[in-house]
């Protein structure tokens, strides 16, 4: 069980947390989008596009030296949600593959100075790296089925309250696989003797 006086620190390194899955939602934002409108591009290059008048009658009320963009706009709206469906795949690769380098962790914990590791405190292992990231995923998507707001935030609430009263500061997708995320030891400090130091 935590103790008072790490409670602070414990919801510093909880808050940094959440700054780098912001980010990681972010960078993966911007990555669907971009895979979006290109293969919104490759598909309009690949039909016929309709004449102007076609155009006209097909987006009416669109002015005329808009309809080519509508007519690019349209076909990513027809792509966009195939792409949104396999948005747990695209996160889960996105996970996997950055807590495998020797980042150990994606580019929004390397920014807020975190890494994956075991809860041993060693480097994870391939298998424990998978089912993290599918469990984060699970949880996240199961999130998003949540219509209320106040429900929504009552089980953010809790899920929130996991890491805070947790001896290890794990949050629920780290249970399973036995991994927590740890703050990097600060460079002006190497006398630590390790790569890593828990808050």
């Excluded at 690019?72 to 996970?95: C, D, N, S």
């Excluded at 599918?134 to 953010?156: D, G, H, Q, R």
Aim: hydrophobic content about 55%.
């Amino acid at each position: 069980m935590i103790t008072k006086r790490n409670v602070l620190p414990r919801v510093l390194l909880i808050s940094r947390r959440l700054g780098a899955n912001a980010v990681d939602a972010c960078i993966l934002a911007a990555g669907v989008a971009a895979a979006t409108i290109g293969a919104a591009w490759i598909a309009a290059m690949m039909m016929d596009m309709p004449s102007a008048d076609q155009l006209q009658v097909i987006f009416a009320g669109v002015p005329a030296d808009h309809l080519t963009f509508a007519w690019y706009e349209a076909i990513a709206r027809g792509i966009a949600p195939y792409v949104m469906a396999g948005l747990p795949a695209i996160w889960w690769a996105y996970e996997s593959m950055f807590a495998k380098l020797r980042m150990e962790g994606t580019p929004g914990k390397w920014l807020f100075r975190l890494a994956t590791r075991s809860a041993a405190d060693r480097k994870l292992r391939f298998g424990e790296i998978l089912l993290r990231s599918a469990m984060k995923v699970v949880t996240l998507t199961c999130l998003l089925f949540i219509a209320s707001p106040a429900f929504l935030a009552a089980v953010a609430g809790l899920l929130l309250l996991i890491p805070l009263m947790s001896a290890n500061g794990q949050f629920l997708h780290d249970f399973i696989p036995g991994t927590n995320v740890v703050a990097k030891a600060k460079a002006i400090a190497p006398k630590l003797g390790k790569a890593e130091q828990r808050i």
